[in-house]
């Protein structure tokens, strides 16, 4: 964060270019496709995809900010599921280890 509190991706998403609009795009892909890919998650990552394309497709400044945070949070709930499960199974193969 800068001293205003905002990131770099703040500033992509206010300050709408073709250019800006580009990076934005190739970030928010490598952000959180790659990540839903390698997690398996087929219907999240659709659901992102969605998110991403109205993000690029809106001209409104206030709207795209708001799609914007919304995608942020839905992608944050997703992590803390996946790392649910993650932890889950950790637990669960401890168990089976221990002969329970």
Same mark, same amino acid.
């Given at each position: ?31 959180? !496709?790659?990540?839903? /890919?390698?997690?398996? &998650?087929? *219907?999240? +990552? @659709?659901?992102?995809?969605? #998110? ?22 839905? !992608?944050?709930?997703? /992590?803390?599921?996946? &790392?649910? *499960?993650? +932890? @889950?199974?950790?637990?669960? #193969? ?7």
């Amino acid at each position: 964060k800068d001293a205003n509190g905002k990131l770099a991706m703040d500033y992509l998403v206010s300050n709408w270019t073709p250019g800006n609009k580009t990076l934005l795009q190739m970030a928010l892909e490598s952000w959180m !496709f790659s990540r839903l /890919e390698r997690w398996g &998650a087929a *219907s999240w +990552l @659709e659901s992102m995809q969605t #998110k991403v394309q109205d993000i690029l497709g809106e001209d409104d400044k206030e709207q795209r900010s708001t799609l914007f945070y919304e995608a942020c949070s839905a !992608f944050a709930l997703y /992590e803390t599921v996946a &790392a649910t *499960s993650i +932890l @889950e199974m950790a637990l669960w #193969k401890e168990k089976l280890k221990s002969g329970w």
